[in-house]
């Protein structure tokens, strides 16, 4: 199944269950965000880019019943199918230096991919909960700034996806 379209998703939360007739819905997605670690440990909540988070959403399920509404296998990032275990489980992205290799400064912000939920009562987004900690499966940190020199001290390449880690050579094939 593809990602879905912005207007598919707001009328997917707007409708609700159709099984229990309750209109609490949790989508569930990889998101991208900002997180402040200070010694290689985090010190602040995830920040999250208000980016479309349709296309990103890979499940919908009623926060009553259970009720799945939808669901996919694709990578929400790249969108390569029966990739998603590989998001939600794997490190797939870099890791991050403890302190800033250029002027040996302890606190950096990373800019995170990971797995998330968004909570809908009555058809709106009420808050966002990430599922995944520093250390686990599902949190796949893109990039390291140094919050003292203003630089960015780690990046993840193009050379494979930065969710899934499947490599960008394998699109150029096909």
């Not at 987004?125 to 686990?136: C, D, T, Y």
Request: hydrophobic share 35%.
């Amino acid at each position: 199944m593809a990602a879905l379209e912005k207007q598919t998703f707001e009328e997917l939360l707007a409708r609700g269950c159709g099984e229990c007739g309750r209109n609490h819905l949790k989508a569930r997605a990889l998101a991208r965000g900002s997180v402040e670690i200070l010694d290689g440990d985090p010190v602040s909540p995830v920040t999250w880019t208000y980016e479309s988070l349709a296309e990103r959403v890979y499940r919908i399920e009623c926060a009553e019943c259970g009720r799945v509404c939808y669901s996919r296998d694709e990578c929400p990032l790249c969108g390569t199918g029966g990739r998603l275990a590989p998001s939600l489980e794997g490190r797939n992205g870099i890791a991050p230096p403890a302190k800033c290799p250029r002027c040996d400064y302890a606190e950096l912000t990373l800019t995170v991919e990971l797995r998330m939920r968004a909570e809908a009562t009555l058809g709106r987004i009420s808050r966002r909960v990430a599922e995944a900690e520093a250390h686990e499966g599902g949190f796949h940190v893109v990039e390291a700034r140094c919050q003292s020199c203003e630089q960015t001290v780690a990046k993840a390449g193009d050379g494979r996806c930065v969710a899934c880690g499947r490599s960008s050579l394998m699109k150029r094939l096909r």
